[in-house]
């Protein structure tokens, strides 16, 4: 089997691709249809899929697309993994019940866009919004440079870019830009004022599908930062849970499982994280879950991909050449056209779906 094959080009083809193979494997699915269509007229949707039992005391989660245009890396590494017999047989060998859930944020995935149809990256969004929300006055700052009103920017918006950098380096600068922030709505990073349709959606399936298991564990399939072509292993535990939680991400997927909280990580500290709503809806669980987050580009080259697409959404009157170039890179900032970075990503993805089912299987060592 040709693996660079289980990737596909748009959102429509990788939908029909995972539906066809879950329904080949006779997976029971469930499809939540999203209330707006994507950038060709399609359906979009929640596609989940259970492989395995309904009330399974193990359940292993794999997602796609929480960042809608990443969606083409884990939706790929769906397919590989229902395509791989072998896979498939040692989790019915373990009793662990694997839950697909193919393109979280369809929306984005579609119209290729790393956030929802709110302008909301989702994995800032899981916040209680009945509380004050957190403010990010580094964010407030720069806002009118990263998204400055004209694009390409001007020498005076880079310039001053560029101090501030000077001043605060690097890791404190995609600290204040990437960390989530509520109070520009048309700017990066946005974690909105409510829950987005894709929250909303998320944790009505955790609550169907897993409030009977007593271990649980969470693959998100990210990409976009780090080191290209290495897939970084993030914990995301709660507050609190870094002891007992981090130690037994360690002892599933190896020492160098990173954690946002201790600098070590390519993620700056984030806020409103989308796995820590786990622990709301499941709490009979002992969770354990990482983001899976490959790197393609440099840092920056991904920060100026993504200036200029929130540019290119708030200028909708852009001439079409220039809004396909910005696209363009965004998308290749995401989903770099390479085959070698492809058969990195599968290798490492289906590696740590393994070491999830070994974890699962062996139980705690928290
Ligand atoms: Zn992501």
């Known amino acids: 089997m040709n693996l660079l094959s289980f ?98 944020n369809p929306h984005g995935f579609s119209w290729g866009r790393r956030t929802t149809q709110e302008n909301v990256d989702l994995n800032r969004n899981f916040h209680d919004f009945t509380l004050p929300l957190p403010r990010n006055p580094g964010y407030d700052e720069m806002a009118g440079l990263l998204v400055p009103h004209g694009w390409p920017p001007s020498e005076a918006v880079q310039a001053a870019l560029g101090q501030l950098l000077a001043e605060r380096g690097l890791a404190a600068m995609q600290q204040a830009i990437s960390c989530g922030q509520h109070d520009h709505p048309e700017g990066l990073f946005y974690g909105g004022h409510n829950p987005t349709w894709s929250h909303v959606t998320l944790r009505h399936v955790l609550r169907e599908h897993g409030r009977d298991c007593s271990r649980l ?26 002891g007992p939680g981090l130690h037994r991400a360690r002892s599933w997927w190896g020492g160098e499982v990173t954690s946002i909280d201790d600098g070590e990580s390519a993620s700056a500290a984030v806020t409103g994280q989308m796995l820590r709503s786990l622990y709301a809806e499941c709490p009979q669980a002992e969770c354990t879950g990482i983001t899976l987050e490959f790197g393609t580009v440099p840092l920056m080259q991904v920060i100026t991909a993504l200036r200029a697409e929130q540019w290119l959404e708030n200028h909708p009157e852009t ?41 699962l299987r062996t139980g705690s060592f928290g």
């Open 7 to 104: 990737f596909s080009p748009t959102y429509s083809e990788a939908r029909s691709r995972f539906l066809e193979e879950a329904r080949r494997c006779d997976l029971d699915v469930t499809s939540h249809i999203h209330p707006l269509l994507g950038s060709a007229g399609e359906e979009l949707a929640l596609d989940v899929g259970l492989d395995g039992a309904r009330r399974a005391s193990c359940l292993l989660i794999l997602s796609s697309g929480c960042h809608g245009i990443e969606g083409h890396v884990g939706s790929a590494v769906q397919v590989a993994l229902l395509n791989d017999p072998g896979w498939r047989q040692s989790t019915r060998e373990a009793g662990i019940a694997v839950l697909y859930l193919h393109a979280l």
């Open 319 to 359: 001439p079409p050449p220039t809004a396909l170039q910005i696209k363009q890179q965004l998308r290749a900032a995401f989903y770099p056209d390479s085959d070698e970075w492809k058969r990195q990503v599968l290798e490492q993805a289906v590696e740590a779906a393994r070491q999830a089912v070994v974890g």
């Open 217 to 242: 564990g969470w693959i998100d399939l990210h990409s976009g930062l780090g080191r290209s072509g290495v897939g970084e292993r993030i914990f995301e535990g709660r507050a609190g849970d870094e």
